[in-house]
């Protein structure tokens, strides 16, 4: 089985939205594809100070889980801030996913906390991390 991932861009944007392109253009998409289905991905945002980063999502399916692709998206995100200077990068973890963040060098920054997510109370954890890059 074979798996890509890719960077969506500009160029998978409709012509009608390229108006609103400027809200995105610090916003990163990475998918992991299968025989033409989205198995992961990973979307980040450096923010308007330039100075961090936010991770809005990263989701692994249950095929794809455990094989590595979720570091790799991490590491891809990193090759990024590293680019662009970033030195801290926030999130909001899912219980599910705070052990795989932790890991990948994250820490707690708050409590457990309730976050709406399509008028949906989802518990979550913020982290954090401070990057250097040698």
């Known amino acids: 089985m074979n798996f890509l991932i890719t960077k969506l861009g500009k160029k998978d944007i409709s012509a009608h939205n390229r108006k609103k392109i400027n809200a995105i253009n610090n916003q990163y998409v990475f998918v992991v594809e299968s025989e033409d289905q989205i198995e992961g991905y990973l979307h980040f945002n ?7 980063a936010y991770v809005y999502g990263l989701y692994l399916s249950k095929k794809i889980k455990g094989l590595g692709f979720g570091k790799k998206l991490i590491d891809l995100m990193f ?21 795989f963040y932790k890991k990948v060098g994250f820490s707690d920054s708050g409590p457990i906390e309730s976050v709406n997510i399509n008028n949906t ?9 401070y990057i250097c890059f040698g």
Do not use: G, V, W
């Open 79 to 99: 090759e990024i801030l590293k680019k662009e200077n970033i030195r801290i990068i926030t999130l909001n973890s899912t219980l599910t996913a705070h052990k």
């Open 121 to 129: 109370p989802i518990r979550s954890i913020p982290m954090f991390m």
């Open 46 to 52: 450096i923010l308007e100070s330039k100075k961090d």
